[in-house]
């Protein structure tokens, strides 16, 4: 909100239809359940090229910064990478031991394998 506006603000705004036209194409199916075709919901045409390219540019950026390592080599992301570490070295150790387990399956967004990755 812009000036105690009740409303979005441009940027909001602008973000929202970036987002929307990135994903519409991951959308087939919910596309199709509701009698619709891919073209009655594209909406990347409401931004040119460039645009696109530099909302990418920035919203990788952002990514980054925010859940990877970021200009904060000792920051909250590597932090936040350090219990997930100590569970794949305890995880392993224990499936070697004790021969148990093919495999030990872990599912996350990026937002928690990203810090890992920082390491």
Not at 33 to 58: F, K, R, T
Request: glycine letters at 6%; charged letters at 20%.
């Amino acid at each position: 909100m812009q000036n105690g506006d009740a409303g979005m603000s441009k940027d909001d705004f602008v973000n929202s239809i970036y987002s929307a036209a990135i994903i519409v194409n991951a959308l087939g199916y919910e596309i199709r359940e509701s009698h619709l075709q891919p073209s009655d919901v594209n909406i990347a045409g409401l931004l040119s090229c460039d645009e696109v390219a530099w909302m990418d540019y920035m919203n990788s950026a952002k990514d980054y910064l925010v859940k990877g390592p970021g200009i904060d080599a000792n920051g909250i992301q590597v932090r936040n990478a350090v219990p997930l570490l100590v569970d794949f070295i305890n995880s392993t150790d224990i499936a070697i031991e004790h021969q148990e387990y093919s495999a030990v399956l872990r599912f996350a967004h990026a937002e928690t394998i990203s810090p890992f990755a920082a390491l």
